[in-house]
């Protein structure tokens, strides 16, 4: 079984730091990788989606790479704001269309 | 374009008493799907459907029921609420069944059962 885990947990970092997040999946037959943002009491907004036949993405001042051979994924965040304050989720997709999500890391970046 | 839309966004249950959480979409989208979201955990699939009149179930399917019969459409059923279904609810589509396609989640529903 698919297993998707995300370190750290939690993140606190100064305003202007750059910051990685990671995600490690257990088996590599996924189909894409996908980077959500979720703010408190909110639904899920996707950031990056990664094909499995692709290494990155980028989107403004975010950028997410996929080692699929390893299980790695690392969601960078260049010159972090406080509004880059949420919890970011990563999911894999495998067969099924079926989704598996990490925990998810809260991230707070302070001013 | 309201993408994908869930309603209602909080509901208080009994235990025992049945409700049907809605979920639609304006996308055209083929595959639906409804996952939980509770605390510590990531969010985990319940049922999904990949196309009208066709469903299935997935990681969580135990107590709820779903039916799909528009595309734009797929209602999530609690048969009798039980404490242990206090979570969120998420509802996601994607474009197709191919499997290398966005998906998209709407802001979801807050269930407490007492």
């Known amino acids: 079984k698919q297993e998707v885990t995300q370190i750290p947990a939690a993140l606190s970092v100064p305003e202007g730091e750059n910051l990685v997040l990671n995600c490690s999946f257990t088996?590599?037959?996924?189909?894409?990788l996908q980077w959500f943002r979720q703010d408190p009491g909110k639904g899920l907004t996707s950031l990056l989606l990664i094909q499995s036949s692709q290494r990155e993405q980028t989107s403004g001042r975010l950028n997410a790479s996929l080692d699929k051979s390893s299980g790695r994924s690392t969601l960078y965040i260049a010159a972090s704001q406080p509004g880059d304050s949420a919890t970011y989720l990563c999911a894999v997709r495998v067969e099924n269309n079926d989704m598996r999500f990490g925990a998810g890391t809260r991230l707070t970046v302070k001013p | 374009n309201a993408g994908v839309t869930q309603t209602p966004k909080f509901q208080v249950l009994k235990t025992g008493q049945s409700m049907t959480l809605q979920c639609a979409q304006d996308?055209?989208?083929?595959?639906m799907s409804w996952y939980r979201q509770d605390p510590g955990m990531g969010l985990r699939l319940i049922h999904y459907s990949v196309g009208a009149g066709i469903t299935d179930q997935g990681e969580v399917p135990n107590g709820y029921n779903v039916s799909r019969s528009t595309t734009e459409d797929f209602p999530l059923r609690l048969l009798s609420a039980a404490p242990s279904q206090t979570s969120v609810y998420f509802c996601a589509s994607s474009y197709s069944r191919t499997l290398n396609t966005e998906a998209f989640f709407g802001q979801g529903t807050r269930l407490t059962v007492v």
């Open positions: 088996d590599s037959a996924i189909y894409n």
């Open positions: 996308m055209n989208h083929e595959y």
